[in-house]
């Protein structure tokens, strides 16, 4: 018996015949190769006896919908949807969950007879990594929140049903912050939580014991204007980033913070779409213990 070869638009996928029985899933970006996707989640399958296959797939910048209805007819059973598709994926889907329509923005596909549902696990899985793998609560912190974009607002409603005290947001448009908190505010049951949009400059004299960095300046190797004594004692400095020390790191490291990078959260969210997938939840433990082996010491 022959495996199977499917060719889409430069995408080849190869089917072994003994596994035509399992179920297919697959990360969709451009560019996707560095994608670490596909280790976490047959790592989950191995951990909880699931028989899936997880594929990289590169869908051409103006084929995001095409690559999806190749899939579904295919046969996949749901995708991750990584840069710079999880607007186009908001979009396509027929369904969208609360946490969806809060973020703006989906990186879980659900394929199903009835059509697309769309997701988002990028709140719940900083939240998880947080609160769960680090042992940090942000019940009662002073969290500060750097970035206005799209890894901002797909963050934001977790960060606040997780009740800090308050929660600033600060990014160098301040209009993009401004517009963050009058969506929160137009939520009665975020009004317990005091959200304020600030500039970098109204951050003077001010300390916080959570601040998270969800821009993408250490990509640049770009210095955030963050005052020194932006850190209470013991603060905690989280930066979405992962794979590397950033400066934004490097600068907390250096005032007294305890750091940490967004592998954690890269795990927590792939379990959370693995679980959504399968009705299985993965211990994310081994897995994260295992890409902290093989990356350097944050």
């Known amino acids: 018996m022959v495996g199977k070869l499917l060719i889409y638009r430069g995408l080849t996928l190869s089917f072994k015949a003994k596994d035509l029985m399992t179920d297919f ?18 790592a989950f399958a191995d951990l909880t006896r699931q028989d899936i296959q997880y594929e990289r797939v590169m869908a051409p910048l103006d084929g995001f919908a095409e690559t999806v209805g190749s899939l579904m007819a295919q046969g996949f059973k749901g995708a991750n949807v ?31 007879p009835q059509g697309i549902i769309g997701d988002n696990t990028d709140g719940v899985g900083l939240v998880r990594d947080i609160t769960e793998n680090i042992g940090v609560s942000l019940k ?14 797909g963050v934001l409603h977790p960060i606040l049903a997780a009740q800090p005290a308050m929660l600033i947001i600060t990014n160098r448009t301040l209009d993009k912050a401004l517009n963050m908190v009058k969506r929160v505010e137009a939520r009665d049951e975020m009004v317990y939580v005091s959200v304020q949009a600030h500039a970098f400059d109204d951050l003077q004299d001010q300390q916080f014991d959570i601040v998270i960095n969800a821009t993408s300046a ?9 005052p020194s004594t932006i850190f209470a004692p013991n603060a905690l400095a989280y930066d979405m980033m992962y794979g590397r020390i950033t400066p934004f790191m490097a600068f907390a490291r250096q005032h007294g913070a305890t750091v940490f990078d967004g592998l954690g959260m890269l795990i927590e969210q792939a379990a959370e779409a693995f679980y959504i997938w399968r009705g299985v939840r993965p211990d994310t433990s081994p897995v994260i213990e295992m890409f902290k082996q093989a990356q350097p010491s944050t």
Do not use: C, M, W
């Not at 250490?218 to 963050?226: A, E, F, K, N, Y």
């Open 140 to 153: 009662g912190k002073r969290v500060l929140l750097i970035g206005a974009g799209g890894a901002s607002e």
């Open 82 to 112: 990584t840069v710079p598709f999880k607007l186009e994926a908001f979009e396509i889907a027929s369904q969208l969950t609360e946490r969806a329509q809060d973020a703006g923005a989906v990186n879980t596909l659900i394929f199903t």
């Open 218 to 226: 250490g990509l640049t190797d770009s210095q955030l204007p963050l």
């Open 25 to 42: 899933y697959a990360v969709i970006g451009n560019p996707i190769a560095h994608s670490k996707s596909p280790i976490i989640h047959h």
